[in-house]
């Protein structure tokens, strides 16, 4: 049966290379972001690259494909999923075919780099709150505590923190996960164009990040808005 794997962000979190470090396995499909163009199709909100997100994507949400049998026929199915995405009119029913996983980051860190792709942005473009959300449901619903994996732990000490991962989500460990070629890959959202220049220029996950940046004010203010969020998931993380 496929092991059917769905990892729960927000963006600027680490995300696509988590992704990179997945499909590097060679046993393990992988969907980026597969909710994206319903999400704007929904919401009507204007994105970078908006028209050429719902020209590659379904954009009807009952019909995106995330469960049944993986890409190829592979054994894991890893599903990189944005927490914002999930918002009224995206079925949730799915889910109990998965097994589940957060990556986290601390919000400073989050805003700093969001805010050098796209400006403006408030709370819910984050993507804080609905992950909240997301955790506790699942922990009602299954009784059970998925695994949070923090981003900055993660650059820390990628080899012990990608096993612990692997152990949880009850999947073999392999060091494989470790490194991943330079560029773009062909199971990159069309989106990559805009937002994945740094992840294209690496092999692997970035040394330990340094201290927390300094954000103006009122960037400031939009961190420390999701910053219960973020500790609420912190105080599970592997």
């Known amino acids: 049966m496929t092991v059917r794997i769905a990892m729960w962000s927000g963006p600027r979190n680490l995300s696509t290379a988590m992704m990179y470090a997945f499909a590097a396995r060679g046993d393990c499909a992988v969907s980026d972001e597969p909710f994206y163009a319903a999400y704007l199709a929904l919401t009507g909100l204007e994105h970078p690259m908006r028209a050429q ?77 609905q992950q909240r959300a997301l955790f506790e449901r699942l922990i009602q619903t299954t009784g059970e505590t998925p695994p949070v994996l923090d981003s900055t732990a993660l650059r820390a000490a990628p080899r012990e ?50 201290p927390l940046p300094d954000l103006p004010p009122e960037y400031a203010r939009l961190a420390e808005a999701a910053l219960p969020a973020y500790e609420a998931l912190a105080q599970h993380a592997l």
């Open 53 to 129: 997100i719902l020209a590659s994507q379904q954009q009807d949400p009952e019909k995106v494909v995330v469960t049944g049998d993986a890409p190829g026929a592979a054994p894991i199915w890893y599903q990189k999923h944005m927490t914002h995405h999930m918002v009224p009119g995206i079925p949730l029913d799915w889910m109990t075919r998965c097994r589940h996983a957060f990556l986290i980051r601390h919000p400073a860190r989050v805003v700093a780099s969001y805010v050098r792709k796209r400006e403006a942005p408030v709370l819910e473009d984050l993507g804080f709150p």
């Open 161 to 210: 923190k990608l096993s612990a991962l692997c152990a949880a989500l009850q999947i073999p460990w392999t060091e494989r996960m470790l490194y991943w070629s330079k560029g773009s890959k062909p199971y990159d959202g069309v989106w990559a164009a805009h937002w994945y220049h740094a992840v294209h220029d690496s092999t692997g996950f970035d040394a330990a990040e340094g």
